[in-house]
């Protein structure tokens, strides 16, 4: 009778990865019956790899002029040459280069944005949907406020008072999306707390 509680109990972490493998399964099923998602994801990886790997395939430093090849055209245009397929901008820099190491600069950008708007938003829809009331009704004004303001407007509007710079129009962006994080994170929480297991819970003597 004891040794298969301690079977169980040895064979826990194994049934675990096992039930992580077949749900990240079942959610690649899911997620591969819409072609539009994948191929987004193979856009979004090659993006990613091109990014990571700009300084060994990029064919040029995007930096690096060169005076004999001013406004070059693209290769498949008269005028264009192969070694540099997108042409050259007023100063001779290779296009293609500058595209993809600055590819890793707007990425970077973009996943510090999400993770400020995400992290922010989830924290304040969490404290909206768990302490209802005046705090709920504060938060949720507020988001309400800057979704009826225009969001390139909204943008311009904080990154004049807080000064010109990388790091202040992150701010400001992830300031304009962060209305959206909230409220899907209330809305989970509302729907979450009326679930019966919460209540049975709450009913057993179990806190918020």
Do not use: K
Request: net charge positive; hydrophobic share 60%; aromatic share 6%.
């Amino acid at each position: 009778m004891v040794a298969r509680p301690m079977l169980m109990v040895r064979l826990a972490p194994s049934l675990g990865v096992l039930c992580g493998i077949f749900s990240a399964a079942t959610v690649w099923r899911s997620f591969s019956a819409n072609r539009g998602a994948v191929l987004g994801l193979a856009v979004i990886v090659a993006l990613l790899l091109v990014a990571l790997l700009a300084p060994w395939i990029a064919p040029h430093a995007p930096n690096q002029t060169d005076s004999t090849a001013f406004l070059r055209p693209p290769a498949w245009q008269d005028g264009g040459t192969a070694a540099h397929l997108l042409g050259t901008d007023a100063i001779g820099r290779d296009i293609l280069s500058r595209l993809m190491f600055g590819a890793r600069l707007s990425l970077s950008i973009g996943i510090a944005v999400v993770a400020i708007s995400a992290a922010a938003g989830i924290a304040l829809g969490l404290i909206a949907g768990f302490f209802r009331g005046a705090l709920e009704i504060a938060i949720m004004r507020l988001m309400d406020v800057v979704l009826t303001l225009p969001s390139l407007l909204l943008a311009i509007v904080i990154v004049a008072i807080l000064g010109p710079g990388l790091v202040n129009a992150m701010l400001a962006v992830a300031i304009v999306v962060l209305p959206h994080y909230v409220r899907i994170t209330r809305a989970a929480v509302i729907s979450e707390v009326s679930r019966d297991y919460v209540t049975a819970a709450r009913v057993s003597g179990a806190g918020t």
